[in-house]
């Protein structure tokens, strides 16, 4: 099993509609949860990072976390064709002094259709 | 202020040869972070620095593989006898603090270095 995972994809919608990516991981120590965007040919940049049971919002961006179901989304609303791109899921272990690692999922592909 | 930076952005080298790959991260930025993705693939963790100690080496995939970190702040990714399954995107990141210093680990990438091994 890999310690994070994502449907890679790709995943279309519709301009304007949600978009809603999941990840799910194995560590159940996981203390810190990321979303990454990453247009092609660049690096990856960080929108969001959760750390609660529950919903934060930033903008169009909701994240999601479910520890128990060690579970964590990225909705995006009035998705624009902007919105493009992959997104990584990333977890930090954290724990002891030295753990500070991410790890990641391979992304998920989205494409929104105009 | 400025993000992460790295140098070369692109590097084509031939296979034997030695490359060293430069990061200069975010200034007050006290951890830093190699990662590598080769095509298709995921991000892959190579090194943690915390201020110039590497507690986290786990990733190297070898020992032609090396990192250090100077003043604490500006890392060199040095590739000994390079191979052509070395070719890959190399990005670095780094953050403010780590969780043992009560953040929760925001990591910032540079633009990378694509290494490419012939």
């Known amino acids: 099993q890999k310690e994070v995972e994502q449907n890679s994809g790709p995943l279309s919608v519709p301009e304007g509609a949600i978009a809603s990516l999941n990840c799910t991981y194995s560590?159940?120590?996981?203390?810190?949860f990321f979303w990454y965007r990453q247009y092609s040919g660049k690096s990856p940049e960080l929108i969001m990072f959760?750390?609660?049971?529950g919903d934060k919002e930033d903008g169009r961006f909701t994240a999601q976390l479910n520890k128990a179901s060690q579970y964590v989304s990225l909705l995006i609303r009035d998705s624009q064709p902007s919105d493009s791109a992959t997104y990584l899921c990333?977890?930090?272990?954290?724990?002891?002094?030295?753990?500070?690692?991410?790890?990641f999922g391979t992304g998920t592909r989205l494409t929104i259709i105009p | 202020g400025a993000g992460v930076s790295q140098s070369p952005s692109n590097k084509v080298t031939e296979k034997g040869k030695d490359v060293e790959l430069r990061c200069d991260p975010i200034s007050g930025h006290t951890a830093l972070y190699w990662y590598r993705q080769s095509l298709g693939q995921g991000l892959e963790f190579l090194i943690y620095f915390q201020g110039n100690s590497a507690p986290d080496k786990s990733g190297l995939p070898s020992d032609r593989f090396s990192a250090e970190r100077t003043g604490g702040s500006v890392s060199t990714l040095t590739i000994q006898r390079t191979q052509q399954e070395d070719s890959a995107v190399y990005l670095c990141?780094?953050?403010?603090?780590?969780?043992?210093?009560?953040?929760?680990?925001?990591?910032?990438f540079g633009p990378g270095t694509r290494l490419t091994v012939l």
């Open positions: 990141a780094s953050s403010w603090a780590t969780l043992a210093g009560g953040s929760y680990n925001e990591q910032f």
């Open positions: 990333a977890v930090n272990i954290g724990g002891d002094f030295g753990n500070e690692k991410l790890t």
């Open positions: 959760i750390y609660s049971n």
């Open positions: 560590d159940r120590g996981s203390q810190s």
